[in-house]
């Protein structure tokens, strides 16, 4: 394998020296090529001859002070005593007495870290004085010269954990002695600075013997290489190769070419030995492996230890440039990206882009927050600050830096210890409640209760009052006046269907897109940490699948807890006890029970039609009026139109369809002004352009368009007639009309320019929209069919009863008829979608029914034989509950009987099996629904008494009420003989 090799290398050797040095020989001659011809024979001798004065290296052994630095020495006779085998060279040495192989007993001196090799330059330190003392003698005798030896290290110990200079230094005789390697190297003490000697190797030395143990000197060999063939190929080839690796080395490691530049310069013959030792003492191998090459006579060998040194350190040096590479390539990537940000900056600079900048984010943060220094809690001020810092130690471009930039927005844009001035003002309150809704004097009174507290105890906080009724009635304008009222401001936040925890407590800011929850997002809109809060529909709150939204309420809403809100967005807890909490709700019921418990429930019932009226024309009428641009003396609506409005279209507790169809009426309204005005216009036009004919047949066509809505038009002055196209439409003029058209003849231009100045004010202000019972329909369309009295007189079998729904109060009827009869086959069939309640309460009114017939007519055997089917109408609408007991006693018994319940009757109660009516809920919402159906008597349960007598005397005006504890006070009321004597 080597000849192989050697022989492929002699072969292109000449080749290889020319081919790939030109570069460097024809530039400056490179030393090492300056060494390699030497060796091929081919260059000069130059470097020969040079000079006598030599630089050495110095040893890399890391305890010189003067690493590195180049020792200049007089040195006449090394050169020629390091190379022996070359006679040439040595002949231009002046040798002195003694010569260096005349040293056979010399003082030994230990390295601790590398060996001396022939030519090298090593500077050690020599602590023992006694040693030092011997050396300075033997310099003093004229025999410089001292063996230095590696040292070994100490069996046991770890090579690598090095032993301390000291415990080299405590080292004596024997001991020392033992632990020397034998094979050394001679070494001319070149001068001694203090305990600092330098030293250059001369020749291998081998230990013979021991002489004298303080100071330790031996007895030594001197070493020759063993002979060898200058002109084998083999050594020609490997140290060929050695010295290729050198000079691939070279290439990288700057070290090394110090090194070799050293070397090659002032080394004045190259031999193959030399060679080995010099890439063995440059090479970064461990100390064993260079003692071995010190150690190895065979030149060959030697040549082979070296190149594995210096193979290896060719890989250490690959390795080295490319974790450089990889470094540089890092830090000029982070330079490079450095370098375009700024210049980025620069140009969003220059253009005006650069507005999110970190310092004026900071500045900006920081003057927010600068107005509730003083109110701000220190915990939050802390944060702010920390983030604040964070904030400029973050890359702006990194996801970060948006969280928290979008954190710090979020805590200096909320209202810290902010508060507006809170009104305690009774009379200003009552004023505004007034101003805001008609009737609902029981409300107002509780509310007006509320602030008077307030007032007195300097703070209206600490209650959450809940508005409960059916929708429309004006809960959440309530609401709305309140906080104008206590001047707070208003934020409505409504829970309806609200299933997810974060909408109320927010969302941990780690989440993209994380959010703060309602509350913060409240305070932040309204600007003041004391707002009313109305949060709507309550009872409709949806179950969480993470988390449960009532008790995340709950903690918002207590006043035990709410001091110290915890967002999970904003991480410091925020103060909501100033905050006034108002809740609207349907059903009272289906509020959880922890809210319910802290909450002050105030019913709005809903409106009977007299306060329907009022309502309509007072607020709703106004408000829309006003909406729509159209002005007080452009239209009248008569309190006929406005009752049959709310008799036939809006009969529901609430006001809201009823404000729907006023403003359908209104917009309707518009459009006609509108188009009247435009018809004006056009017809003006035409006149003046236009052939008569031409004129009139437009009039039609456009009036066309009102002919639907029969509109009555009311001209109040005789002037304003002169729009004469009213006349022609189906509008009917009702006083002072006259045709004008002749008169345009006459004098059409001047007439145009006064018709202008009445288009603009006369229109408006003397022609009269009027909207009556009559043409009602023409605005809303056929009265809607209302199922709630569908009997004027009930027959036999039915009668009328009173349920209570979140939409409020309403009338049903319920109705039993008889399916077959024959002995033994009393039963009964129950239908209309009712409820397990409902359906147990009718198999107990048909107890109590028979057993009451068996007392009033004991001879009638009806329940016993009769097969009976009762039915609730409106059967699409699930129906439960306890208060129809007595109303299907009632409807039983009134079949049983074959006699007429009395006519205007509608009744509610629960019965027990004996008789006795059980209190019932939703007075006020049945009693008006009972108005509503033209009841004319109502019988409750006598314990409903005091809720009845509460209601206002505007919803009890007219009512024949009862109040009843036994069913047979009910009998008598239903049946009541007249009544069945008239039929
Ligand atoms: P709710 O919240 O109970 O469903 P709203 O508060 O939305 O009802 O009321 C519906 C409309 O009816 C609002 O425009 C409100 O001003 C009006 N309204 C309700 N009750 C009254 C009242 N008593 N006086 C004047 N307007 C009323």
């Not at 050697?6 to 030109?22: D, E, G, I, K, Q």
């Not at 929708?471 to 709305?480: D, Y």
């Not at 994380?514 to 709150?541: F, R, S, Y």
């Not at 609506?637 to 404000?659: F, M, P, S």
Request: glycine share 6%; with cysteine; aromatic share 6%.
């Amino acid at each position: 394998m080597l000849k192989v090799l050697s022989s492929t290398l002699v072969s292109c050797r000449h080749a290889h020296v020319f081919a790939t040095v030109p570069a460097l020989r024809t530039k400056s001659p490179s030393p090492l090529f300056d060494a390699l011809s030497q060796l091929t024979g081919l260059t000069s001798r130059r470097s020969r001859t040079v000079t006598n004065r030599w630089f050495f290296c110095s040893d890399s052994s890391g305890d010189s002070g003067e690493d590195g630095s180049r020792v200049e020495v007089e040195l006449k006779d090394a050169k020629a005593d390091s190379e022996e085998s070359d006679p040439k060279s040595s002949s231009a040495i002046v040798s002195t007495n003694p010569r260096p192989e005349d040293y056979l007993t010399v003082l030994a001196l230990p390295l601790p870290h590398r060996p001396l090799f022939p030519g090298f330059y090593m500077p050690i330190y020599v602590k023992d004085p006694k040693l030092l003392a011997a050396l300075q003698e033997s310099r003093r005798r004229q025999a410089p010269y001292a063996g230095a030896f590696l040292l070994k290290d100490e069996p046991g110990v770890d090579s690598s954990a090095s032993e301390t200079e000291k415990s080299v230094y405590d080292l004596k005789g024997k001991k020392l002695f033992n632990r020397l390697h034998e094979v050394g190297t001679l070494a001319q003490i070149t001068s001694i600075q203090g305990d600092q000697v330098f030293l250059i190797g001369h020749r291998r030395l081998r230990i013979t013997e021991l002489v004298s143990e303080d100071p330790l000197t031996v007895k030594v060999d001197h070493l020759k290489d063993k002979p060898y063939d200058k002109d084998d190929d083999i050594i020609k080839a490997t140290s060929f190769e050695v010295i290729s690796t050198l000079r691939d080395v070279l290439k990288t490691s700057s070290l090394w070419r110090d090194h070799v530049q050293t070397y090659t310069q002032h080394v004045g013959d190259f031999s193959f030995s030399r060679l080995a030792d010099f890439g063995a003492a440059i090479s970064g191998g461990n100390k064993l492996q260079i003692q071995q090459v010190l150690e190895e006579l065979d030149v060959y060998k030697r040549l082979i230890l070296t190149l594995e040194l210096v193979k290896k350190e060719m890989e250490i040096s690959k390795i080295q440039e490319s974790i450089a590479k990889a470094i540089e390539e890092k830090i000029s990537g982070e330079q490079r990206r450095y370098l375009l940000n700024e210049q980025l900056k620069a140009i969003k600079k220059e253009l005006g882009l650069e507005t999110d900048d970190k310092t004026a984010l900071s500045s900006k943060f920081r003057e927010r927050i600068e107005q509730y220094k003083d109110k701000c809690p220190p915990h939050v001020l802390q944060v702010i600050e920390e983030e604040l810092t964070k904030l400029q130690l973050l890359e702006a471009s990194s996801s970060e830096f948006n969280v928290t930039r979008n954190y710090l927005d979020w805590l200096t844009a909320l209202p810290w210890g902010s508060y507006s001035d809170e009104n305690f003002d009774v009379v200003r309150a009552q004023e505004i409640l007034d101003e805001d809704h008609y009737g609902l004097s029981d409300v107002k009174e509780r509310i007006l209760e509320f602030i008077a507290v307030g007032k007195l105890r300097g703070t209206s906080q600490g209650k959450i009052i809940c508005l409960s009724g059916p929708p429309g009635v004006g809960k959440t304008s309530i609401g709305r006046s309140i906080a104008r009222a206590l001047n707070r401001k208003f934020f409505r936040f409504s829970v309806g269907g609200l299933a997810d925890v974060a909408e109320i407590k927010g969302h941990r800011r780690t989440y993209i897109g994380a959010m703060p929850g309602k509350m913060v997002q409240c305070l932040k809109i309204v600007g003041t940490a004391n707002p009313l809060v109305l949060i709507d529909e309550i009872d409709k709150l949806g179950r969480g699948h993470a988390g449960d939204p009532a008790s995340a309420l709950l903690e918002l809403l207590d006043p035990e807890q709410n001091a110290n809100f915890l967002d999970h967005y904003l991480d410091v807890p925020i103060d909501l006890s100033k905050v006034l909490f108002v809740c609207t709700a349907n059903v009272v019921e289906n509020i959880p029970n922890p809210l319910l418990d802290r909450m002050e429930v105030i019913a709005v019932a809903g409106y009977i039609t007299d306060e329907k009226v009022h309502i309509a024309r007072d607020y709703l009428e106004k408000a829309t009026r006003e909406a729509c641009g159209i002005k007080p003396e452009q239209v009248e609506v008569t309190d006929a139109a406005l009752l049959g409005l709310i008799e036939n279209y809006c009969r529901e507790a609430g006001v809201r369809n009823l404000q729907k169809q006023i403003e359908k009426i209104y917009r309707k309204i518009a459009l006609q002004l509108v188009r009247r005005q435009a018809l004006n216009e056009f017809a003006v036009a035409g006149e003046v352009v236009e052939p008569e004919n031409a004129k009139a047949e437009s009039v039609d066509e456009s009036s066309h368009n009102l002919a639907g809505s029969d509109m009555k038009v009311e001209s109040e002055t005789v002037e304003s007639s002169s729009h004469e196209q009213t006349a022609e439409t189906p509008v009917k003029a009702v006083k002072g009309q006259t045709d004008n058209r002749c008169q345009s003849d006459v004098n059409l231009k001047g007439r145009t320019e006064w018709e202008r100045v009445q288009d603009n004010e006369a229109p408006k202000a003397v022609e009269k929209v009027l909207v009556d019972e009559l043409n009602l329909a023409d605005y809303v369309g056929k009265p809607v069919f209302h199922a709630e009295r569908i009997y004027d007189q009930t027959p036999v079998g039915v009668v009328m009863g009173l349920a209570w729904t979140a939409m409020g109060g309403s009338t049903l009827y319920i109705e039993t008829t008889l399916v077959e009869q024959g002995d033994g086959k009393g039963a009964l069939h129950v239908t209309g979608q009712l409820g397990d309640v409902m359906k147990e309460s009718a198999q107990i009114a048909h107890t109590v029914a028979r057993s009451i017939l068996l007392e009033k007519e004991p001879n009638n055997p009806f329940f016993a034989n009769s097969k009976l089917h009762l039915h609730v109408p409106a059967g699409g609408t699930p129906k439960d509950g306890s208060s129809a007991g007595c109303t299907m006693i009632t409807s039983m018994l009134s079949l049983g009987m074959k006699k007429f319940v009395r006519k205007d009757l509608a009744m509610t109660g629960e019965v027990t099996l004996t008789g006795k009516i059980l209190p019932i809920g939703g007075v006020k919402e049945k009693t008006i629904a009972a108005r509503r159906s033209d009841v004319k008597t109502i019988i409750f349960p006598s314990a409903n008494r005091r809720d009845f007598d509460e209601l206002s005397p505007n919803v009890k005006e007219g009512l024949d009420v009862h109040f009843v504890d036994d069913y047979n006070q009910i009998f008598d009321l239903a049946f009541s003989d007249e009544q069945n004597k008239e039929k």
